[in-house]
C-alpha cells in the first residue's frame, strides 16, 4: 500500500466535525499522512459549498492534487461518500486501483481600461457578472465575432458541474458533466422591440471563447463561485474552458440523471 499525503477540509457542523476527527484517525491508521498544506488528496466534508472551498485553497497545484468529498448533509453533486461509509472510503483508497474522473473547469480573465495588470481566475461552478445599480450594457463576441449587445441585470457563464448549480436558477440547462463545454446564460435580460438578445442559454465549445466587453466603466461585481469581487475599469472578461481540470478521486459513478431527480424532484 502507498501512503497518501491527505487534507481534510470541513464545514463546522457537528457532524462535519465527527467525521472529520474519525477519518483522520482511520486515515492514520491506515498508514497515510494528514498534511493540510502539500497534500496529493483533498477531502472535503460538508456539501457541495465545501468542496467548493477546497477547490479554491488547492486550485494552484491542480495537477497533484486530487478531490474526494464525503457529505455530511443532502446528497450534493461534488460529494460522493456518505458519513456512515468511511471504512469502504479508507479501503478504496488502500486497493489502489481507484477510479478518477476529471471535469472541465471555467477559464475567467479580466481586463482592464487603466493599464492594470489583468486578472485571472478559475471557477468550478460559474462566474457571474453584474452591474451594482443601473441596467448593465455589454457586447457579447463569440470568438472574436460580435453575437449582440446584452442589456439586462447579468450574464452567468457555468461549467458543466455547476449547470445545476446557480444556473439552473437562472433557466439554464443541466449538462451532463462528461461534456467539455461552458454555458452562457442571462440573468433578466431586457428584450422588446428596440433590444434584443438571444434570450436563451448558448453552450460553446471547447474550440471558442466568450469575450463579455462592458460598455461603461462603472462598478461592476464578478462573482466566481462562492467569491465577491467589486472591480471597476473593466474593459473586458474573457471566458473559456480551461486548460488545467478538476480531478476526483475513488469516484463512485452515481447515474447523473439520477442524481439530478433525486436532489430537484424527490427520491422515489
Ligand atoms: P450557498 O449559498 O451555501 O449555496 C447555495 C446552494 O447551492 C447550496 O445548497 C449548495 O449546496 C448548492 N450548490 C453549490 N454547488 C452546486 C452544484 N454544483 N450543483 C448543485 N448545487 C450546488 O453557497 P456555497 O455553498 O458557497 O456555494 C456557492 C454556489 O452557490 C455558487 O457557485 C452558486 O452556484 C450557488 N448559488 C446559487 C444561487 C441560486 O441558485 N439562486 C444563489 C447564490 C449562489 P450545499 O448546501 O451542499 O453547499
Ligand atoms: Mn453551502
Redesign the pocket.
Given at each position: 500500500m502507498e501512503k497518501v499525503k491527505i487534507a481534510i477540509i470541513h464545514n463546522k457542523t457537528p457532524l462535519s466535525l465527527k467525521v472529520m476527527s474519525e477519518l483522520s484517525q482511520k486515515l492514520i491508521a491506515s498508514g497515510h499522512e494528514i498534511n493540510q498544506t502539500e497534500p496529493e488528496l483533498v477531502i472535503s466534508v460538508?456539501?457541495?459549498?465545501?468542496l467548493?472551498?477546497a477547490f479554491h485553497l488547492f486550485n494552484h497545484k491542480l495537477d497533484q492534487v486530487r478531490f474526494l468529498g464525503v457529505?455530511t448533509?443532502?446528497l450534493?453533486?461534488?460529494t460522493d461518500w456518505r458519513d456512515y461509509e468511511l471504512d469502504e472510503l479508507v479501503a478504496s483508497l488502500n486497493t489502489k486501483q481507484e477510479a478518477s474522473v476529471r471535469y472541465p473547469l471555467l477559464d475567467v480573465r479580466i481586463t482592464y481600461r487603466n493599464g492594470k495588470e489583468p486578472k485571472h481566475f478559475l471557477s468550478l461552478?460559474?462566474s457571474t457578472i453584474k452591474r451594482n445599480d443601473s441596467t448593465m450594457v455589454a457586447d457579447i463576441y463569440i470568438k472574436d465575432e460580435f453575437f449582440e449587445r446584452f442589456r439586462g441585470d447579468g450574464l452567468s457563464i457555468a461549467t458543466p458541474?455547476?449547470s445545476?448549480?446557480?444556473?439552473?436558477?437562472i433557466g439554464g440547462a443541466v449538462l451532463h458533466p462528461r461534456i467539455n463545454a461552458i454555458q452562457l446564460t442571462e440573468i433578466a435580460s431586457l428584450n422588446n422591440r428596440v433590444f434584443r438578445t438571444l434570450g436563451s442559454p448558448m453552450v460553446i465549445g471547447s474550440h471558442e471563447w466568450i469575450e463579455v466587453r462592458l460598455q461603461e466603466s462603472d462598478e461592476c461585481v464578478i462573482t466566481i463561485?462562492?467569491f465577491r469581487l467589486q472591480q471597476d475599469e473593466i474593459d473586458s472578461i474573457y471566458y473559456k474552458i480551461a486548460d488545467e481540470n478538476i480531478q476526483f478521486a475513488s469516484y463512485r459513478h452515481t447515474h447523473f440523471w439520477r442524481r439530478v431527480r433525486d436532489?430537484f424532484i424527490g427520491e422515489s
Open positions: 460538508g456539501g457541495d459549498g465545501t467548493l472551498s457529505h448533509g443532502h450534493g453533486f461534488y461552478n460559474e458541474t455547476g445545476t448549480a446557480y444556473n439552473k436558477s463561485d462562492q436532489a
